[in-house]
Structure formats: C-alpha cells, structure tokens
C-alpha cells in the first residue's frame, strides 16, 4: 500500500481548516452581534433613566384630562412618548434585545401607553396617523412578553453555588488572559 503524497492531501487539508475557520468566524460573529445588542440595550437604559422623573410624572397623570395637562406635564408626556418612540424603532431593526428590555420595562411601558394614549391619538389628528407609531409597537411587545414572564424568581442555594463557581472560573479566565486591563 502507498502512501498518499503530500501534494495529494494538502488540497484535503486546506479545505478542513477553511471550513473550521468559517464555523469560528460564524460563531464569532454572532456572539459579537449579541454582545453589541446587550450594550446597545445598557446605554439606552442609561438614556431612560435619564427621563426617570419625567415617567414619575407621566405616571401620576390622568388619561383622559389631557387637555388640562400643565406645561410641565406636556412636556414630560412628549418626551416619554419620543423616548419610547426611539426605543420602539431599535427593537423593530433588531439593534436591541426585546426581551430583556421588556424584563426591565415591564411595568412602565404598558402603563405610560395606556395613559398617553389620549394624548398621542389628539397628536396624530393634529399631524400624522403615523406620529410615535413605533411605541405603538413597543407597547405591544412589551406587554406580550410581560403577561408570559413570571419574573425574576429566588435562586436555590444550589443556584447560586453553580453561579459562584462560574463567576470564579471567570475570574480565573480574566487574570490569567486579560493581560490589558
């Protein structure tokens, strides 16, 4: 039996290493893709919490009275409505991660939509059908996914054993490769 010749198994091997390279490239760029989501979501958080005031006093409002509001009270509903607008046009182009925004916005979303409303539709009349159309959006999938989330449930020990350990070999990983910091 004879032995293949190197020129006869270089093709093979070539071929074995580019699809492994294109198998990582792929997973790299997905876990990129997900690690920039996760990022995109912590500064729009960052932004929201900014107007955290202004949800306070949006919340406190009285839909259907919001002729009446004061200027103060205008000007916090449009800027809550704007805000939620934005983040409602990233979750539509996928640059953030819908569900774990709605874990965190559960609550203020569905609650400031249902007390803007009135107001938004009176904008809509007065300018376009199209006007904040994307917290529309935002509204309905955060309360899509809020009414099937049971929320953030108390670990067992053996829970946060199992994070302990992940969180030390992490560390372990980070001190032994992260050399820059």
């Known amino acids: 039996m004879e032995w293949p010749t190197w020129k006869e198994v270089a093709p093979v091997g070539s071929m074995i290493i580019a699809v492994f390279s294109l198998i990582y490239a792929t997973l790299q760029g997905k876990a990129s ?4 989501r996760i990022q995109n979501l912590y500064d729009v958080i960052q932004k ?12 406190k409002l009285e839909p259907d009275k919001h002729q009446n509001w ?5 000007a916090a509903a ?18 953030i991660d819908p569900v774990l925004f709605a874990r965190a916005w559960y609550y203020s979303v569905p609650q400031c939509y249902r007390i803007l409303l ?4 009176e904008k809509r009349r ?8 994307a917290f529309d959006v935002l509204n309905e999938m955060v309360s899509s996914i809020a009414k099937e989330w049971k929320g953030f449930q108390k670990l067992s020990t053996n829970d946060i054993e199992s994070l302990k350990r992940r969180a030390n070999r992490f560390g372990t990983f980070k001190k032994r490769f992260w050399h820059f910091e």
Not at 33 to 36: A, D, G, L, P
Not at 70 to 74: C, D, G, S
Not at 118 to 121: A, D, E, G, V
Not at 126 to 133: A, C, F, G, I, V
């Open 48 to 59: 929201l919490l900014d107007i955290r005031p202004k949800i306070e006093i949006v919340l």
């Open 126 to 133: 007065m300018t376009d059908q199209r006007y904040w159309s």
């Open 78 to 95: 449009m800027d809550v409505c704007s805000r939620f607008h934005l983040v409602g046009i990233l979750i539509i182009e996928k640059a």
């Open 118 to 121: 009135p107001y938004i539709q």
């Open 70 to 74: 004061t200027e103060e009270e205008r």
């Open 33 to 36: 893709r997900r690690s920039q």
